[in-house]
């Protein structure tokens, strides 16, 4: 049987919403316990229940007047009894009557099913874990309100390096793969990973060496594969100033493919807007002038696919130009014959069918930008390479070779990241909209802040608009992160069902997209410890404080386990030199 650890406090008032709680001597109450009460209705016709969780907890001397009555109460001179209470925000009421607890109705601490009725856990047909709650117990996410049945996405909060965006977005991303919530449908869901920062993400299909045995027994309680991600496909950008295909990846040598695009791509799937995905094209006539340039080069780039015999052999694009009255071929095959062609028709012959009625200046304008991103996009656009070895350079995350693709991207530029995003998300977007809701995409991107600004607009951030309003319908699931959630589109992160804070900083947590965290937390949020969240779904009124598990995953070359076989070759091949 529960211990009882209080009563209603009688000196405060009881509401429906919260009360407080006189705890006894002896007993301890502590903030994010969870609580149960019942009452009698006034009338005799029941029990009503309320459940709530601990956001406040204070003590105090009764009987003092002046704060220098403490000094006496230390020296045994005046007499004093101690008040130790907590308040409880009320998280559910059964039967759902608004009533007051009444003063002097015991406090009962939550414990197994009750503790689930409290926080809704009971009705979750789907639940998927999400950490584990200070009182050892496992806390859940609903899946309906991640995988879009009735809500979708995940938003994640916090200081770099301290608040473990990342690890958590992966902790929860494993969860799910891992689930038997998937059902049917877990070999079909794919996920899309961005890696923005060192090489940290190219060993999630390694053992993590660091793995403690405390850290297993969560996993165990969690109900969670201790075992590293399987299936994946490692992607990484090409090294500049070189012909060869080679990886810019440093620390991991195996399993690495190298992504790029061909010029004709370019041209024809219309991502020439993308080179300007850090742009505010709402600034002048910048936008419509970027707009009719890439309908001009798909419109090429289409005629030269009905024209050419071996369009799929030929990578590159022929197009016409006119200069100075004369009419030639231009074979474009690389990234600055691109830009040479645009200035051509834009700046030099001021043709009419590209410029329209833009002035000169915007025409410029353009170019310069082109110019500007030339050293960062030209070894990630080509069209001088064998159509064998660009077929292999193919990304699509819906392939059914791998359920899970890290795509690289820390080694870009900033243009150029933008570009690598927004280009695989509107591949993706397009392919799901001709298949449907299945199969289920994860997408986890990390600096949201940098591809979806709060201020002005541009093609990736209408995209990732697209993608939160949108894509729930479409299968598209977003585990977007961030430093600072004031700093990014609105729109994005009000549709993420689920949202989870780690460390704040003082001044972004008193930002108004935090006002779902209570005042306690918001206070607690500036002195969480790397591996704490709060977490918010809409089934749970009040914020949770969850720890989750070290990674059983290495997410760094620092973590890999090495096998006893790895070792036994390494020492071999160390005695042969």
């Known amino acids: 049987m529960t211990t009882t650890l209080g009563f209603v406090l009688g000196t405060q008032e009881a509401t429906p919403l919260d009360f407080w709680v006189a705890v006894l001597p002896g007993q301890i109450l502590r903030l994010d316990d ?95 874990p999400a950490g584990m709650m200070r009182n ?110 080679d990886p810019h990846i440093e620390q991991r040598t195996d399993n690495i493919a190298v992504y790029l695009w061909s010029l004709r791509e370019l041209c024809r799937d219309r991502l020439f807007s993308f080179l300007f995905a850090g742009e505010d094209l709402e600034r002048g006539n910048l936008g419509f002038l970027v707009s009719v340039v890439e309908e001009r080069l798909a419109r090429l780039a289409e005629a030269n696919d009905r024209n050419d015999k ?63 991103s030339a050293n960062e996009m030209s070894h990630l656009i080509r069209g001088d390479l064998d159509p064998t070895i660009m077929a292999k350079s193919q990304l699509d995350p819906l392939a059914p070779a791998h359920q899970i693709t890290i795509v690289d991207i820390n080694k870009l530029g900033g243009q150029a990241q933008k570009f690598v995003v927004g280009v695989l998300l509107k591949k993706l977007f397009y392919e799901k909209e001709k298949r449907g809701q299945h199969p289920v995409v994860f997408i986890v991107l990390d600096e949201l802040n940098k591809y979806a600004p709060r201020e002005g607009r541009s093609p990736i951030k209408n995209l990732l608009v697209e993608i939160a309003e949108r894509g729930r319908s479409l299968g598209i699931i977003l585990i977007g992160a961030q430093q600072t959630a004031s700093e990014v589109e609105r729109r994005v992160v009000g549709q993420a069902a689920i949202r989870v804070v780690g460390r704040l900083d003082s001044a972004e947590a008193e930002r108004p997209e935090y006002n779902f965290l209570t005042g306690s937390c918001r206070k607690r949020a500036l002195l969480l410890k790397s591996g704490s969240m709060f977490v918010h779904q809409p089934e749970v009124p009040a914020p949770l404080l969850i720890n989750f598990p070290f990674p059983a995953y290495a997410t760094r070359q620092s973590e890999v386990l090495v096998s006893e076989a790895e070792i036994a070759q390494l020492e071999e091949d160390i005695d042969r030199f």
């Open 34 to 128: 969870v609580v149960e009460v019942q009452t009698c209705r006034p009338d005799g016709a029941g029990i009503v229940s309320f459940y709530g969780i601990v956001d406040r907890v204070r003590t105090l001397y009764e009987g003092t007047q002046f704060d220098t009555d403490t000094f006496l109460v230390k020296n045994g001179s005046l007499p004093v009894n101690v008040s130790y209470a907590g308040h409880i925000q009320v998280t559910r009421i059964e039967p759902e009557e608004y009533l007051p607890p009444q003063p002097g109705d015991p406090v009962l601490l939550a414990t197994d099913e009750e503790l689930k009725r409290a926080l809704y856990f009971d009705g979750m047909e789907k639940r998927i």
């Open 136 to 245: 050892g117990s496992p806390a859940y996410l609903n899946f309906d309100f991640i995988n879009g049945e009735k809500g979708a996405h995940i938003n994640i909060s916090g200081i770099s390096g301290v608040a473990t965006k990342t690890s958590y977005a992966l902790f929860i991303l494993h969860a799910i793969l891992k689930s038997a919530v998937l059902g049917a449908s877990r070999a079909n869901t794919k996920a899309l990973i961005f890696n923005v920062k060192g090489e940290d993400l190219f060993f999630l299909d390694k053992d993590n060496s660091k793995l403690r045995t405390e850290d297993q027994l969560h996993y165990q309680t969690l109900g969670v594969p201790v075992e590293p991600f399987k299936d994946i496909r490692f992607c990484a950008a090409p090294k500049k100033g070189t012909t060869e295909l």
């Open 310 to 372: 071996q369009a799929n052999r030929h990578l590159g694009v022929h197009l016409e130009v006119d200069a100075y009255g004369k009419t030639k071929k231009q074979k474009v095959e690389t990234f600055r014959d691109l830009i040479e062609f645009v200035f051509d028709k834009l700046v030099e012959t001021r043709d009419e069918s590209w410029l329209g009625r833009n002035a000169p200046a915007t025409a410029e304008a353009l170019i310069r930008r082109l110019w500007g």
